[in-house]
């Protein structure tokens, strides 16, 4: 082989890409996530906002919540579970708990008793629903995802 080309970490997907991009045979989709470091400050201020919004969740759904945030962290953490796939289904499960809780705060000023505090606490829970939704769209957005697209792919 040649010694003009390094092909240390290439990857192929039945051709070959020489210097300047130009790709001679097959086509490559390249689904590997990379973070950089300013990635990487802004994924984990948005993770610990998550957290920080779900706390005021109801249980199920703050359970929910940490779990999913948890498991994002230790794929994120570890190159080798950083797959597409995995981290777009971690995504959904975070969209569906703010899903659920704007689903359980939209019934909250249904129930009787102090109308005033209901309402007042199903506002508060359908902010913080939206806002927790918000950050989980940008996260997928440093995450190299759409949420407005199957989160699947990137």
């Known amino acids: 082989m040649s010694d003009k080309y390094n092909l240390s970490g290439a990857k192929f997907g039945g051709g070959f890409a020489a210097p300047g991009g130009i790709q001679v045979g097959g086509s490559l989709t390249d689904s590997s996530t990379t973070i950089t470091n300013e990635g990487a400050e802004n994924i984990a201020q948005l993770i610990s906002s998550l957290r920080e919004i779900a706390q005021s969740f109801p249980e199920q759904q703050h359970g929910d919540a940490v779990l999913s945030l948890d498991d994002l962290t230790e794929d994120i953490k570890n190159p080798e579970k950083r797959e597409p796939k995995r981290i777009g289904m971690r995504l959904k499960r975070l969209m569906a708990s703010g ?56």
Not at 121 to 147: P, R, S, Y
Request: overall charge negative; charged content about 20%.
């Open 99 to 154: 899903a659920a809780v704007l689903a359980l705060s939209g019934g909250a000023a249904t129930v009787s008793g102090n109308f005033n505090e209901v309402f007042e606490n199903a506002a508060k829970m359908t902010e913080n629903a939206t806002v927790f939704t918000e950050k989980v769209k940008q996260l997928a957005g440093e995450l190299g995802f759409d949420i407005g697209q199957d989160v699947s792919t990137p």
